[in-house]
T-cell receptor, first 118, second 111 residues
Framework: DTGVSQDPRHKITKRGQNVTFRCDPISEHNRLYWYRQTLGQGPEFLTYFQNEAQLEKSRLLSDRFSAERPKGSFSTLEIQRTEQGDSAMYLC????????????????FGPGTRLTVT | SQQGEEDPQALSIQEGENATMNCSYK?????LQWYRQNSGRGLVHLIL?????REKHSGRLRVTLDTSKKSSSLLITASRAADTASYFCATSMGSNYKLTFGKGTLLTVNP
């Protein structure tokens, strides 16, 4: 399977604990995005990387959230001191950004990690 | 914050009928995309229309874009039970190409 994968698919944690999610993008894709989706809403942008550089962070991403993409391949999203309001589906997507030629705008999403904070 | 708003929020039709969903957005865009999400799962890209295009087709899908009204519509013809899902429009602008989604339309196709 050459699609975007995310691990774990489900995570239940107690309030105050730290959690870390992993995303493996499509191998040739240089851009990686994180989104958060709550019940009944569309996904909301959190942050994105081009290669290993984190280029933008949403104001939704509080200081408790940190994301990395150390070698420009997989990415991790860590939430420290989780709160009940962090309960959501965390989606990762990847795309191929071309600096020349026709850009491909489509993003390919992983299955998501569903986080439940009790 | 959500950029787009889909209308209707929910739509129930019989298999074989056409389904039309609308999306409105607020700011200028590079392109508008439609995604499908089956219950509790990831999103699947359906179709993209660029800001200088007015209509696009892909199989049973037809998308229109009216930039003067900041609106788009997605038509699914000859619907099937397997089309049951939530459908989201997403806009993209700027060089970051991040997507801004609406709240989605829940489509139910009854066999």
């Amino acid at each position: 399977d050459t699609g975007v994968s995310q691990d774990p698919r489900h995570k239940i944690t107690k309030r105050g604990q730290n959690v870390t999610f992993r995303c493996d993008p499509i191998s040739e894709h240089n851009r990686l995005y994180w989104y958060r989706q709550t019940l009944g809403q569309g996904p909301e942008f959190l942050t994105y990387f081009q290669n290993e550089a984190q280029l933008e962070k949403s104001r939704l991403l509080s200081d408790r959230f940190s994301a990395e993409r150390p070698k420009g391949s997989f990415s991790t999203l860590e939430i420290q001191r989780t709160e009940q309001g962090d309960s959501a589906m965390y989606l990762c997507a990847s795309s191929l950004f071309r600096t020349s030629g026709t850009h491909l705008y489509e993003q390919y999403f992983g299955p998501g990690t569903r986080l439940t904070v009790t | 914050s959500q950029q787009g708003e889909e209308d209707p929020q929910a739509l129930s039709i019989q298999e074989g009928e056409n389904a039309t969903m609308n999306c409105s957005y607020k700011t200028s865009i590079n392109n508008l995309q439609w995604y499908r999400q089956n219950s509790g799962r990831g999103l699947v890209h359906l179709i993209l229309i660029r800001s200088n295009e007015r209509e696009k087709h892909s199989g049973r899908l037809r998308v229109t874009l009216d930039t003067s009204k900041k609106s788009s519509s997605l038509l699914i013809t000859a619907s099937r039970a397997a089309d049951t899902a939530s459908y989201f429009c997403a806009t993209s602008m700027g060089s970051n190409y991040k997507l801004t989604f609406g709240k989605g339309t829940l489509l139910t196709v009854n066999p």
